[in-house]
Antibody, heavy 117, light 109 residues
């Protein structure tokens, strides 16, 4: 059974960089045809797609976040990661790591990241 | 980017049928996926590719997609169906390929 687990600091100061890692178990991150990605949900709000990386290494970013976001894969550790630079309070959200885009068939439990000084 | 529009809320009495819509320009050209999210939990797929049900999702859940509207139908609604529901499409030709609707809060009266 595939499992995704987010890890990273729960509190980040404004203007700093938010870094999260997703550890994948039960499947290889190099598996054919899957996208791995990040989706976030601000408190009381809807779902916002952030970025996805295809098994081949191709990356896709939400245009509204593209200038501040990076997604990258570490196949040796079967993990993928997210960085968001220059964070503000608007980046406070639960961050989900995910598999798939059509549909998003697996989700991590979510990691709450609060941006505050 | 493609825009998906959902009603913020839908209310239904137990045992009745709930219909949650997802509007988009010619949405029938896309495959629509539906998610249920309960408080404090990650979303779960309830319908994929317009009308397919994952294993473990009751037959009471069904989906359709036509014209400019996709619809999630929940028959014989139960108290446990109360949740937020989101629609989603994959727009491969867009620079914003993963699109979610704003979500609909289903309240069971």
């Amino acid at each position: 059974q595939l499992q995704l687990q987010e890890s990273g600091p729960g509190l980040v100061k404004p203007s700093e960089t938010l870094s999260l890692t997703c550890s994948v178990s039960g499947d290889s991150i190099s598996s054919d045809y899957y996208y791995w990605g990040w989706i976030r949900q601000a408190p009381g709000k809807g779902l916002e797609w952030i970025a996805s990386v295809y098994y081949s290494g191709s990356t896709y970013y939400n245009p509204s976040l593209k200038s501040r976001v990076s997604i990258f894969v570490d196949t040796s550790k079967n993990q993928f990661s997210l960085e968001v630079t220059s964070v503000t309070a608007a980046d406070t959200a639960v961050y989900f790591c995910t598999r798939g885009v059509r549909p998003v068939d697996y989700w991590g439990q979510g990691s709450l990241v609060t941006v505050s000084s | 980017s493609f825009v998906l529009t959902q009603p913020p809320s839908v209310s239904v009495a137990p045992g009745k049928t709930a219909r949650i819509t997802c509007g988009g320009n010619n949405i029938r050209a896309f495959s629509v996926h539906w998610y249920r999210q309960k408080p404090g939990q990650a979303p779960v797929v309830v319908i994929y590719y317009d009308s397919d049900r994952p294993s473990g999702i009751p037959e009471r859940f069904s989906g359709s997609n036509s014209g400019n509207t996709a619809t999630l139908t929940i028959s014989r609604v139960e108290a446990g169906d109360e949740a937020d529901y989101f629609c989603q499409v994959w727009d491969s030709g867009s620079d914003h390929p993963v699109v979610f609707g704003g979500g609909t809060k289903l309240t069971v009266l």
